[in-house]
C-alpha cells in the first residue's frame, strides 16, 4: 500500500541555522511529490513539488526538495531559517490518475519549531 | 489565499446532531476533493469528485457521512448524527488537470 513516513514529529532549530525534513515514500509507480506546510488553525500552503526532470527542485520561501528514487526520498531543506517558518510541514505522494483520481497520502508530518 | 473557500471556519455541535459543510472551488478546477485531518495527523482521503460524479468514497466515509456536488461547482459534506469521534479539520481541495491540489482554509468541527 502507499505511505508516507515523516520520522521526526518535532524538530527545533535556531533561527538562522539549517533546516532538513524527512520525508520517505512507498509507491509503486513514479511518484509526484508535494511538501506542504500548515499554520495552527490553517488550511495547506504548497511549497513545492516534484513531477519529472531535476531531481533538486525549489519552492516558495527559499525552501528546496531532493528527490532520490533510489532512497525513497524527498528531503526539505531550507539553509537559512526565520521565526516565521515555525509550523507544521506535510510530505505527501500524489497517486496516479488512472488507478487513484490523484489523491494525496500524506505523512503524519512535522512540527518545526525556531529558537531565537 | 489559494481561491478555495470552505464555510464555516468553525462549527461546535452536539452528539447526535446533523452538520454540512460547503466548499467554493477554483472556477476552472473540475476535481474537487475532501479530506479529514484529525489533531497530530496528516490529512487522510475521504471523497472526490470529477465535476458532478462522485468517483471514489474512502472507507472512512462511513454512511453518516454524504457528499454533493450538484452541477460541478460547490460541494457539500454532511455528517449526520454526529460523533465525539467526527471532531476533525475537514478539508477541501482542487485540481486542474494532473497537477497540484490547493487547499481551502478548512472547516473545523467539535462535537462535543
Known amino acids: 500500500a502507499q505511505s508516507v513516513t515523516q520520522p521526526d514529529i518535532h524538530i527545533t532549530v535556531s533561527e538562522g541555522a539549517s533546516l532538513e525534513l524527512r520525508c520517505n515514500y512507498s509507491?509503486?509507480?513514479?511518484?509526484?511529490l508535494f511538501w506542504y506546510v500548515q499554520s495552527p488553525g490553517q488550511g495547506l500552503q504548497l511549497l513545492l513539488k516534484?513531477?519529472?526532470?531535476?531531481?533538486l527542485v525549489q519552492g516558495i520561501k527559499g525552501f528546496e526538495a531532493e528527490f532520490k528514487r533510489s532512497q525513497s526520498s524527498f528531503n526539505l531543506r531550507k539553509p537559512s531559517v526565520h521565526w516565521s517558518d515555525a509550523a507544521e510541514y506535510f510530505c505527501?505522494?500524489?497517486?496516479?490518475?488512472?488507478?487513484?483520481?490523484?489523491?494525496?497520502?500524506f505523512g503524519a508530518g512535522t512540527i518545526l519549531r525556531v529558537k531565537s | 489565499d489559494t481561491g478555495v473557500s470552505q464555510n464555516p471556519r468553525h462549527k461546535i455541535t452536539k452528539r447526535g446532531q446533523n452538520v454540512t459543510f460547503r466548499c467554493d472551488p477554483i472556477?476552472?478546477?473540475?476535481?474537487l476533493y475532501w479530506y479529514r485531518q484529525t489533531l497530530g495527523q496528516g490529512p487522510e482521503f475521504l471523497t472526490y469528485?470529477?465535476?458532478?460524479?462522485?468517483?471514489?468514497k474512502s472507507r472512512l466515509l462511513s454512511d453518516r457521512f454524504s457528499a454533493e456536488r450538484p452541477k460541478g461547482s460547490f460541494s457539500t459534506l454532511e455528517i449526520q448524527r454526529t460523533e465525539q469521534g467526527d471532531s476533525a479539520m475537514y478539508l477541501c481541495?482542487?485540481?486542474?488537470?494532473?497537477?497540484?491540489?490547493?487547499f481551502g482554509p478548512g472547516t473545523r468541527l467539535t462535537v462535543l
Open positions: 505527501a505522494v500524489g497517486l496516479s490518475l488512472m488507478e487513484y483520481g490523484n489523491k494525496l497520502v
Open positions: 509507491y509503486g509507480a513514479t511518484p509526484y
Open positions: 516534484y513531477f519529472s526532470g531535476d531531481t
Open positions: 472556477s476552472e478546477h473540475n476535481r
Open positions: 469528485f470529477q465535476n458532478e460524479a462522485q468517483l471514489e
Open positions: 481541495a482542487t485540481l486542474a488537470g494532473t497537477d497540484t491540489q490547493y
